[in-house]
């Protein structure tokens, strides 16, 4: 894959986002359900072919997250309107983190840096549910799990490119962190105020983390062969 394919993948992935976002603006529930879904598959499948390019056992744990997203982001689409069918969406975010911690875990060694990012993460979010009162049902426990694995694997990738600065392990970074950043717009949106502009900025964070994560695999086809896990 070369630097003008994920240019142009880039670029696709950014018009769809937009027109993404306008049709939520405008409410449009099933064509904005159809285009996340899209989104979410479009990453999961970059990220598929960069792991197969890369021939590992352990990226295809990777790729394999990004595919759980697809069905995580239907199901989400229903936060407001079925409880069971969000709650699928929960479920299947969360082996969609098992997965990604499955493959930092067995690719990097376990670093303090990490406890201190997680630790300071943490507090952000409860300082955000404390003063914003939020106002969490039925899901609270599984939210609760749930906010536990995005935290460790914000935390993961962030200490594995202080660990390892490269440009693959900034994308991995960066993912990482947008996906911690848009889970508390998300929350904020969802628990406190349903202002456009926090769901707004939710998904088009999330779906830049999701892009990052996938562009972790491109990276490392384009500008490293000495940094690949064996197959």
């Not at 142009?8 to 359900?33: C, G, N, P, R």
């Not at 989104?39 to 997250?65: D, E, K």
């Not at 067995?106 to 670093?111: A, E, F, G």
């Not at 969802?190 to 695999?217: D, H, M, P, V």
Request: charged share 10%; with cysteine; net charge positive.
């Amino acid at each position: 894959m070369s630097e003008v394919a994920v240019t142009i993948i880039a670029v696709s992935y950014a018009a769809l986002l937009a027109y993404y976002i306008l049709l939520e603006k405008q409410d449009k529930f099933w064509h904005a359900t159809i285009l996340k879904v899209i989104l979410s598959a479009y990453a999961a499948a970059v990220c598929i072919y960069a792991a197969i390019m890369l021939n590992s056992f352990i990226l295809y744990i990777f790729a394999l997250g990004l595919v759980f997203a697809v069905p995580a982001d239907f199901f989400l689409q229903y936060i407001k309107t079925d409880l069971m069918k969000y709650r699928a969406g929960i479920f299947f975010f969360g082996l969609m983190h098992v997965c990604l911690l499955i493959t930092f875990f067995i690719m990097h060694r376990v670093t303090y840096i990490e406890f201190i990012i997680f630790a300071v993460f943490i507090g952000i979010l409860l300082t955000f549910q404390t003063i914003g009162k939020w106002k969490m049902g039925k899901e609270k426990n599984q939210l609760t799990v749930y906010t536990v694995f995005v935290v460790l694997m914000a935390a993961k990738s962030i200490s594995i490119f202080i660990a390892e600065s490269s440009i693959y392990t900034v994308m991995l970074a960066s993912g990482g962190f947008l996906f911690f950043l848009s889970d508390l717009f998300l929350g904020i949106w969802a628990y406190q105020t349903e202002k456009f502009l926090y769901l707004a900025l939710n998904r088009s964070i999330y779906f830049a983390g999701q892009l990052c994560l996938a562009f972790y695999l491109v990276m490392m086809i384009i500008y490293s062969e000495n940094h690949l896990p064996a197959a």
